[in-house]
């Protein structure tokens, strides 16, 4: 019987708890300290307690609103009373009239970091979320400008960057080999590599795998092919001496990053400073490469080029020191991720004298097979630059799907009782 009613008294207060927090509501009120807020109460309000009389004044009109006169910053807590013996707390806080500004920037900055959060704790405004890098660089400048922001929990997310690796190859070609043979660079695939498929099995759904949309084949078609990279066929026409490799540089950068190569020497450059003491500069010479890629919100990269090729030049002398013949270009190219872009144009005419035969007096020239004669040989050239540009991420991704690809088909060759392939093909490399 005692239990029964303990428990019939402890249902009723709960309940009484649960109607009480139902009829008496709790809300929250931000107003700015240089506008007056009217608030239109639900219930007839009868009376009007203010917790901190030095924050807000709260004024009743005929109308029955409210009228809320800001006094001073910070927070108070109200309660109205109502005519059903009900009432209704309000948490006021006056916001400064200088956060108005603030509180539209924190909007513009929820609008793409969304968890970016604040509330305003009596005089002070704390943000809280995981932003990105360039919103907490604003929020951070806002905290300078503004002593009542508080930063302690926000956190900048750590985000990935963008890695982006160049291939450049600068090659100089004899331009008589370029106007009699002509050249076409085809980069968009790999080699040297042999391959050779046959429907042996004669299985419809391995040929589905192998082949993707080829049509029906028999045991006997199979497929062969051959293909030469970039690097192979400039390798081969600097063996047969139409031309010669000067630099293969391959940098790894962040995108929008700039980075510069250079292979060659300095001269030194004397000169007479203001003082009139004698002072040396070195003037850099030799292959100079300046890149800076930057990935396209559509997937291409741009890359913008400074290229020069300079050597010294003795037949231009200056107290001993030689001059400079160069060659450079100033470009900007945009290309498919993994496409290689040429940039040529550069050309250079060089004269060369040679004499056979024996020596004789440059005021007596006699021509015979003794004395011999003197050639003339005229060497153009033209210099040729192949950017490749890769971005990192999207490639390492490439080749973990072939890798994917490659297990997936060895398991249906050995579902098959195929034994001619067997283990991981190195090109394809292990997790």
């Known amino acids: 019987m005692r239990t029964w009613m303990f428990s019939l008294c402890f249902l009723l207060t709960i309940g009484n708890a649960l109607a009480q927090n139902k009829n008496n509501p709790q809300e929250s009120l931000q107003i700015f300290e240089d506008r007056i807020h009217v608030y239109v109460p639900q219930h007839e309000v009868t009376r009007v307690a203010v917790a901190q009389p030095k924050r807000v004044d709260v004024q009743a009109n005929a109308d029955g609103e409210l009228v809320v006169f800001p006094l001073s910053v910070g927070s108070t807590g109200v309660v109205l009373w109502h005519r059903d013996q009900s009432y209704t707390e309000l ?16 909007e513009q900055i929820r609008r793409q970091d969304n968890e970016l959060v604040w509330a305003w704790q009596r005089t002070r405004l704390f943000i809280d979320g995981v932003v990105s890098p360039s919103a907490y660089e604003r929020l951070v400048e806002l905290a300078h400008a503004y002593d009542f922001i508080e930063l302690q929990g926000l956190t900048q997310r750590l985000e990935t960057p963008i890695i982006l690796e160049l291939e450049l190859h600068v090659v100089e070609v004899s331009r008589r080999f370029l106007s009699q043979s002509g050249l076409e660079w ?19 759904a391995l040929r589905r795998d192998v082949l993707g949309q080829s049509p029906e084949i028999s045991s006997s078609s199979g497929y062969l092919g051959w293909a030469g990279t970039l690097s192979s066929t400039l390798q081969l026409l600097q063996e047969r001496g139409h031309g010669r490799i000067l630099a293969t540089p391959r940098v790894r950068v962040e995108n929008g990053e700039s980075a510069d190569f250079l292979v060659g020497g300095e001269l030194p450059i004397p000169q007479t400073n203001a003082q009139g003491m004698m002072d040396v500069t070195f003037k850099p010479y030799g292959i100079r490469l300046e890149v800076q890629p930057e990935l396209l919100a559509d997937g291409h990269i741009r890359t913008s080029l400074f290229s020069e090729i300079s050597h010294p030049d003795q037949s231009v002398t200056v107290q001993g020191v030689p001059g400079l013949r160069s060659r450079r270009a100033t470009t900007q190219v945009v290309s498919l991720e993994g496409e290689t872009a040429v940039i040529a144009g550069l050309v250079s005419s060089e004269k060369f004298y040679r004499e056979n035969g024996l020596p004789q007096p440059k005021q007596v020239r006699i021509a015979s097979r003794l004395t011999g004669q003197v050639e003339t040989q005229n060497l153009d050239t033209e210099l040729l630059i192949f950017v490749t540009a890769v971005d990192v991420a999207a490639r390492d991704e490439r080749l973990a799907n072939q890798r994917r690809d490659y297990r997936r088909l060895q398991a249906k060759f050995m579902g098959l009782n195929c034994l001619g392939m067997v283990g991981i093909d190195h090109r394809f490399g292990s997790d």
Do not use: C, I, K, Y
């Open 91 to 106: 948490e006021v806080t006056v916001m400064p009239s200088s956060s108005r500004t603030v509180l539209e920037h924190l």
């Open 186 to 204: 085809d980069t968009q695939v790999q080699g040297p590599s042999l391959a050779f498929v046959s429907d042996w099995a004669g299985s419809a």
